[in-house]
């Protein structure tokens, strides 16, 4: 039997008034995730350990069966691996958003969704003005930017120390931004990567990054980019946001983790997805017009997905839509992208496997809910779905938060949803 986990991030939600007390789940239009949920059987997880920030990098981590205190290094060294930055022992990297500020506050964590390919004009002007070695013989960097995708970036910096606080611009909209600027982690240690003498302390490591953060904006305001957007009154992309930062991670494939597996493929238009799936082993498969947000290539996703079960045991499809939705307080925005996932990609997934010689098996969740009115990520159990030809179904009628509490999986937490699935 293959297997395939399809993810919609953030895609769980709270009850909303508007919508007559149902949550976003309940309320919208999924006729394919409610038919599975009929023929399948369901239950809710819990994806985030106790302790850990509620982040897709930690939660679609444990989602595949990964012990977050044995291999947690933050977002920052993920992304590196997708964007194909080779980290160094010695190497600290964060995640570095470009995002927007007006009158003192975070307004957008995504600088008004902004494209890669201003961005990388962007981050290539960053470096010609912030990037510096570490001292006049030394020709290494202490610091550079590194372009990953829209408005998610990559700052390593040389020697950077981990233990320290940053706040995830995402999780703050609408709030002053200065007094979220980095800290030192209280009672820690105070060296960095034991390889390089020439570590940084928290509190340098803290100082540099928030140097830069004051810096860039200074000159992002200056950017022919940010003035031709001042003009015409739209949101600029006007500063960095570091934050999730950590050293190359130490992680088994899932083919070492599991003998059902012996490829797979991992299909995202998010750094961060496809940085967890090349630590786990997998092929990234990367789908032209695939973007992240609502306007993403649903079809071409799915058939991406329909040929890697062709060859791959296992296959692992992320959707950003119904997040970043999620994190911009649109409703109706999200409920479109729920129907999308659901007509667009699930039902030709659904569809095709049904006429595969060899069984398949489906799984349907969210990383993590996205509450619309909250505009943030909550650190709550999810409601999944399991599917496949043949599978005793339980009694739970329809797909969401509400249901899957009567599922006869019960509530799982953690890596027990991977053995689970893969026992299957």
Request: proline share 6%; aromatic share 6%; hydrophobic share 35%.
């Amino acid at each position: 039997m293959k297997h395939i986990i399809i993810l919609g991030d953030g895609m769980a939600d709270h009850k909303v008034e508007s919508l007559g007390g149902k949550t976003l789940l309940q309320y919208a239009d999924k006729p394919m995730m409610d038919r599975l949920a009929r023929e399948g059987r369901c239950g809710r997880l819990i994806t985030v350990p106790e302790g850990f920030p509620p982040g897709s990098e930690v939660a679609n981590t444990a989602i595949l069966g990964y012990d977050l205190n044995k291999v947690y290094e933050g977002r920052g060294p993920l992304e590196a691996a997708s964007i194909g930055y080779d980290m160094q022992p010695d190497d600290f990297a964060i995640r570095c958003n470009i995002i927007t500020l007006e009158n003192g506050k975070i307004i957008t964590h995504n600088g008004g969704n902004l494209q890669t390919e201003d961005a990388r004009v962007l981050i290539d002007y960053l470096n010609e003005h912030l990037a510096k070695p570490i001292n006049e013989q030394q020709g290494c960097e202490r610091v550079k930017f590194i372009c990953g995708i829209q408005y998610r970036h990559l700052l390593v910096i040389k020697g950077g120390n981990k233990h320290i606080e940053c706040a995830p611009p995402h999780d703050h909209p609408n709030e002053e931004w200065r007094p979220l600027l980095v800290k030192p982690e209280e009672a820690t240690v105070v060296s960095g990567s034991a390889a390089d003498t020439r570590a940084l302390s928290p509190q340098q490591t803290a100082d540099l990054i928030n140097d830069l953060i004051l810096r860039s904006q200074e000159l992002l305001a200056q950017h022919p980019y940010n003035l031709a957007k001042a003009e015409k009154g739209e949101r600029q992309a006007n500063s960095i946001w570091p934050w999730s930062g950590g050293y190359r991670p130490s992680m088994q494939t899932l083919m070492e983790q599991y003998p059902q597996v012996k490829t797979g493929a991992v299909i995202s238009a998010v750094d961060l997805i496809q940085g967890i799936g090349k630590y786990a082993g997998l092929r990234i498969i990367k789908v032209p017009g695939a973007t992240g947000l609502a306007d993403t290539n649903y079809e071409g996703k799915a058939q991406a997905a329909i040929e890697a079960l062709k060859q791959d045991d296992f296959v692992f499809v992320h959707v950003e839509a119904t997040d970043e939705a999620g994190h911009d307080g649109d409703l109706d925005l999200k409920l479109r992208a729920i129907n999308y996932l659901d007509q667009r990609l699930i039902k030709p997934i659904v569809e095709a496997t049904e006429q595969m010689q060899e069984p398949v098996c489906i799984a349907v969740l969210p990383d993590h809910p996205t509450p619309v009115e909250l505009r943030i990520h909550v650190s709550e159990p999810v409601p999944f779905l399991i599917y496949y030809k043949g599978i005793e179904p339980d009694d739970v009628q329809t797909y969401d938060e509400v249901s899957c509490v009567s599922g006869s999986f019960g509530l799982l937490r953690l890596n027990e949803f991977m053995q689970t699935f893969m026992a299957l």
